[in-house]
């Protein structure tokens, strides 16, 4: 939620927030503990997470990852867990302001608004001062009410300082940081003798009874994308109706004076633009004459809380760009948006009378019909559009009802049918040839569906993303089976070469470890075993040539003069690894700061530990278990049908 901010702050708090929001799935997961009832989604102590806080909380994040990746839907979304994970990190975030307010932890107005002013989102990039119309406005592509965005960072400001509190006493010794630096700086000598297949000997050309005894012996072998290559899959040819969207928008021309209709509407009720603020001093009074006195006195320049104390007034009122709304009393509202930048005056509101010095005034801001006719267009086609899909989805049904075939159903509402030939679930043909954008229009969610179906049964009209419904009907179904030598002759030959290459090259590979093992020296055995030799020096994090991590990883932990056959990954080469020397680092060689920032870096992994037994002590403390979450409400507040 307030990441997407914290990505422009230079915060104090953003590394404690952070931890916050992620700690939440160390220990319970994202799914576990989602059972139960209430009135709220979850109550978390004397915190309370609401339907529409969860709903909101997840439309943001989702605006989010949308961001990132625009093609993900939002049933793709949930279906990964992002629904979970939200509400989980709500879970947490509650736990600690929980515990924070038991503690009698707060965070001031003025801690606040300094807070506000250390987000670059919000600073003007010309003068860098803080700048309230782009704070604005930056909430509101957000999704963020000003007052729900600051009751946030107060709420974030609170359990920073619970976990300020927790961590405040970790101090790293110098000794643990000086470690660090000298494993990390630590390097090795490492020498490989190297075995790949273009060392291995010409293997004669297989019969088909040796083709077919490799196959039969792995029946379950994978291509590089992992589908099986000696089986066919199973095959499911459908008969498709869909109805999308965007297939309706082409067809909406939208009248302009609907559109300028929208605009007026959308001003009137304050859906566009930026309102007025205006940030005020108020002095109560006890009469007309006393108030006009003092809205003197201030035009004079006179401290409110002076003029205050020596008449004997309350203590003066003030607020800080604030709405109209925000000013309790209306008709003092009225008055005071009525005032410019610098103006004092006496006013009389429903209560009473008031001197009233306005310090800072914002007007109105309304996006021009024009600027905003583009967007219009588009939200009034899509409406448009949206209603002809619905009516055409309701003609259809009504054909089915009636008793209609899908094709018949298809042609009296003038839907297009698509018939498609039988397809396994990556949308190839029997070919094997794949079409990307058939994978692409079925894969994901139509052929899912179809292949969870029964032959010859029509399915009920189905959603499949944001705006698109689809039915459809099995037709056939090919059974998987073995597929015939003839038909992957070329594909198991490859794979059988391959397997035989390694065979004979791990052969190899087993005699020349023997041989080093004995005592030769590596150069004299690679004229035997043929192969190269390679030879790196190198830190635990370093790579080099053939020296891939996980084989510096293993270097690392053997002695020197030791030869051990290193780790295969894939089809990677076969390797004798030796460490040749043990080059250790010194403490006098690192640079400034080298060894302070790895002790930050270890208190900070230490913070983390600490927040997380924080956390699990918490959610025990707050009974956070398998009856805490109202499945119903979750359920709704993310658009989900409710789940046993």
């Known amino acids: 939620m307030l990441t997407n901010f914290r990505a ?49 909380a997840f439309e943001r994040e989702m605006q989010g990852v949308q961001e990132q990746n625009p093609e993900l839907t939002r049933e793709q979304a949930l279906q990964a867990g992002l629904g979970d994970q939200v509400l989980q990190r709500l879970i947490v975030q509650a736990a600690f302001f929980a515990k924070a307010r038991e503690l009698g932890l707060v965070t001031s107005d003025r801690a606040l608004s300094t807070e506000l002013r250390n987000y670059e989102a919000f600073l003007n990039p010309v003068t860098g001062a803080f700048d309230t119309t ?91 994308l992992g589908l099986p290559v000696f089986t066919a899959p199973e095959f499911r040819a459908i008969t498709l109706v869909r109805f999308r969207l965007e297939d309706y928008i082409l067809d909406v021309d939208v009248d302009e004076s609907v559109l300028r209709e929208t605009y007026e509407y959308q001003v009137e009720n304050g859906v566009l633009g930026t309102p007025a603020q205006r940030s005020f001093v108020q002095l109560i009074t006890p009469d007309e004459a006393t108030a006009g006195q003092v809205a003197s006195r201030l035009t004079a320049g006179e401290s409110a809380e002076a003029i205050a104390a020596e008449l004997g007034l309350d203590t003066p009122l003030s607020q800080t760009d604030a709405q109209a709304y925000q000013v309790p009393d209306s008709r003092l509202a009225t008055a005071i948006f009525a005032m410019a930048d610098g103006e004092t005056g006496a006013v009389e509101g429903s209560f009473g009378w008031s001197a009233i010095q306005i310090t800072a005034a914002t007007d109105a801001t309304v996006p021009s019909f024009e600027d905003q006719l583009d967007a219009l ?97 099995v037709d056939d179904i090919i059974p998987s089976q073995p597929r015939e030598l003839a038909d992957v002759r070329a594909e198991a030959e490859a794979i059988w070469r391959a397997a035989e290459a390694d065979t004979q090259l791990q052969a190899r590979a087993d005699e020349a470890l023997a041989q080093l093992q004995a005592g030769d020296d590596m150069e004299m055995v690679v004229l035997t075993s043929g192969g190269r030799i390679e030879t790196s020096t190198l830190k635990r994090d370093e790579t080099a040539g053939s020296f891939a991590s996980h084989i510096v990883g293993q270097a690392f932990s053997l002695d020197p003069g030791e030869p051990v056959l290193a780790v295969r990954r894939g089809a990677g080469p076969h390797m004798i690894i030796v460490v040749d020397e043990i080059i250790p680092s010194d403490l006098a060689r690192a640079g400034l700061g080298e060894v302070e920032q790895r002790a930050a870096a270890i ?25 805490s979450v109202d499945q119903r409400l979750r359920a709704a507040a993310l658009g989900q049908t409710e789940t046993p």
């Open 8 to 56: 422009f702050a230079q915060s104090p708090f953003a590394l404690v927030i952070i931890v916050l929001l992620v700690l939440g799935f160390a220990l319970y997961g994202v799914g576990g503990i989602f059972t139960g009832s209430g009135t709220a989604v979850v109550v978390v102590g004397n915190e309370q997470i609401s339907q529409r806080e969860l709903a909101q």
């Open 134 to 224: 782009l704070y604005r406005s930056t909430l509101q592509n957000a999704r963020f009410a000003p007052a729900e965005f600051e009751r946030s960072i107060t709420e974030d400001m609170t359990r920073a300082q619970l976990a300020g509190a927790l961590t405040s006493g970790n101090l790293t010794p110098t000794v643990m940081a000086g470690t660090r630096y000298l494993v990390e700086q630590e390097q090795r000598r490492i020498r490989a003798l190297i075995l790949d297949a273009s060392e291995a000997d010409a293997i004669e050309d297989p019969t088909d009874e040796q083709l077919q005894a490799f196959i039969d012996a792995n029946p379950d072998q994978v291509d590089q």
């Open 377 to 473: 267009r588009t939200e009034a086609a899509r409406a448009e559009a949206t209603n002809a899909m619905y009516d055409a989805m309701a003609a259809f049904e009504q054909e089915r009802s009636n008793g209609a075939t899908l094709e018949d159903a298809a042609q009296r509402a003038g839907i297009p049918l698509e018939a498609y030939v039988p397809l396994d679930q990556y949308a190839r043909a029997q070919d094997g040839e794949i079409d990307f954008q058939r994978f692409q229009a079925l894969a994901s969610d139509v052929l899912r569906v179809a292949f969870e179906q029964f032959a010859g049964f029509a399915i009920n009209l189905e959603q499949y993303n944001e705006t698109d419904w689809f039915t459809l009907r």
């Open 603 to 627: 208190a900070a992994e230490i913070n983390d530990d600490i927040l997380v037994s924080a956390q699990t002590a918490l959610l025990s403390e707050y009974e956070i278990d398998g009856s």
